[in-house]
């Protein structure tokens, strides 16, 4: 059972690629990087720990290909599925958040 609104459904996060959604809170909200591959999603903060910027090249679009996605701003290289930074300038990885699929809805787990 989870209680949580849903982010999106599932389908709206073409497969091997990321959508942006937004979460809000009391503390104003934050942005979420929700990456696809299948049926599985991956949550991380839309936050590069090199600079700080988000990783889109534009407002919710991402460089995602073959299970990594990279920051749009210097090139850092992050794994999909674990948010490990791979390659480029960045030292930490992504911050994920954890999130699960009940009924083709992706929710905050
Ligand atoms: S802010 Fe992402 S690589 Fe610099």
Redesign the pocket.
């Known amino acids: 059972m989870n209680d949580s609104a849903p982010l999106c459904r599932l389908d709206d996060i073409p497969d091997g690629d990321a959508i942006a959604v937004q979460v809000p809170s009391a503390s104003g909200g934050f942005e979420l990087i929700l990456l696809r591959q299948g049926n599985a999603v991956y949550a991380y903060h839309n936050e ?6 988000g ?1 889109d090249y534009a407002p919710g679009r991402f460089l995602v290909r073959d299970g990594r996605i990279v ?6 290289t992050f794994a999909v599925a674990s948010g490990s930074c791979l390659g ?3 030292r930490g990885g992504l911050v994920g958040m954890p999130v699960v699929v009940v009924d083709g809805e992706v929710r905050l787990r």
């Not at 590069?48 to 910027?53: D, E, L, N, S, Y």
């Open positions: 590069c720990p090199h600079a700080g910027r990783l920051c749009a701003a210097h090139g850092a480029g300038p960045a």
